[in-house]
């Protein structure tokens, strides 16, 4: 049990933003050889948002960031902290141009990769944070555009969709609504290859290979699959333990959404009712280190959140990584905040 007197961290503000263009499955039908039913039945996606060219990682970021600072009205946080595997540049990280561009030049900002699980290691960092005193306050962003990595022609590229999701999270005191519990972070660098992009690195460079390594993301996907349940499920039972929580308490479960199959298992895995797993993916597919503030943000706004629920969060990624956390869903009123200027995007998807 957490220390009293460590301050919490407390989620006071949501956001999102998916890029406008849409893309159904009948789109890429021709290209991957495979038919837009096919798609649905292996992965659950019918359709994803892409950037269109000049849009990035950060202008996404920042457009949910913005959303979500306007949510809590905080004209300023301490910190900003962006999970994301596709950054804007390698070098520098994307977290500082983000808050300069949010306003918040002179907060401590830094990018975390964790692939899919990055929201909920970005969450824990900024968890620290506050509990350290070191800041009082975070904007905390999952932003990626994977479609951009994906080789055109690989069937897993009909997994990727673009978009970014952002929390604000103030301390406070561990029985508020809205506290977030333990942060469950694990990892197995042995799986490294399951899912990876290996050109670009120092590992590439320093071997100064005639042939390039390749430069798209690959993922093994049956052995992704299983590591995913079985991780995200263990991890989850460490986070409801932490919580005092058993699995017939949790309301609902909000995961990572590589594969609505997955998802499925998983609350099986749990001995939780199927409807109590959130999803968004059939409209958005797999947005990676945005995927669950995507469906905080889209969830509450459908009413599928409702002040009192109780929370679980669990996401899988590369790494290996995976983690865990939970909270009492707080009362939140949607922004009523347009995106404007330097990025088109939407806060919801459509079913039209």
Not at 24 to 43: C, K, T, V, Y
Not at 110 to 124: K, R, S, T, W
Not at 253 to 267: E, G
Not at 318 to 342: D, F, I, N
């Amino acid at each position: 049990m957490r220390d009293q007197g460590v301050a919490a961290s407390v989620l006071v503000g949501v956001g999102s933003c998916l890029p406008s263009r849409r893309v159904a499955n009948e789109e890429l039908a021709e290209r991957l050889g495979r038919s837009p039913e096919w798609m649905f039945q292996r992965s659950g996606i019918r359709f994803r948002h892409v950037v269109e060219p000049g849009t990035t990682s950060g202008d996404l970021a920042v457009a949910a960031g913005r959303e979500a600072l306007a949510e809590a009205a905080a004209g300023d946080v301490a910190a900003v902290v962006v999970a994301t595997t596709s950054p804007d540049r390698p070098c520098p990280g994307t977290a500082p141009r983000v808050a300069s561009r949010l306003g918040l030049a002179g907060a401590a900002a830094l990018d975390v990769q964790a692939v899919c699980a990055g929201f909920i290691y970005a969450l824990g960092v900024a968890q620290g944070l506050i509990a350290a005193g070191t800041a009082d306050s975070a904007l905390v962003i999952g932003t990626d555009a994977l479609s951009l990595s994906v080789a055109p022609d690989d069937p897993t590229s009909m997994l990727f969709g673009d978009g970014a999701g952002a929390v604000v999270l103030r301390s406070g005191h561990r029985e508020e609504p809205g506290a977030l519990g333990r942060c469950v972070l694990d990892s197995d660098g042995g799986g490294r290859d399951l899912i990876t992009l290996r050109g670009g690195g120092t590992e590439e460079r320093s071997a100064a290979r005639a042939v390039p390594a390749d430069p798209y993301l690959r993922l093994q996907g049956r052995e992704v699959f299983r590591r995913a349940v079985e991780h995200m499920a263990s991890a989850s039972r460490a986070a409801l333990d932490a919580a005092g929580w058993k699995p017939q308490d949790v309301d609902r479960i909000v995961p990572h959404q590589a594969n609505a199959r997955i998802t499925a298992i998983l609350a099986e895995r749990l001995s939780m009712a199927a409807d109590r797993a959130l999803a968004n993916i059939e409209h958005v597919g797999n947005t990676s280190a945005a995927s669950i503030p995507i469906l905080l943000d889209h969830a509450r706004r459908a009413g599928d959140l409702q002040p009192g629920h109780r929370v679980l969060l669990t996401a899988f990624g590369g790494g290996l990584t995976w983690g865990a956390t939970t909270l009492v869903w707080p009362h939140l009123t949607p922004s009523a905040l347009t995106h404007s200027g330097e990025t088109t995007c939407t806060t919801s998807w459509s079913t039209s």
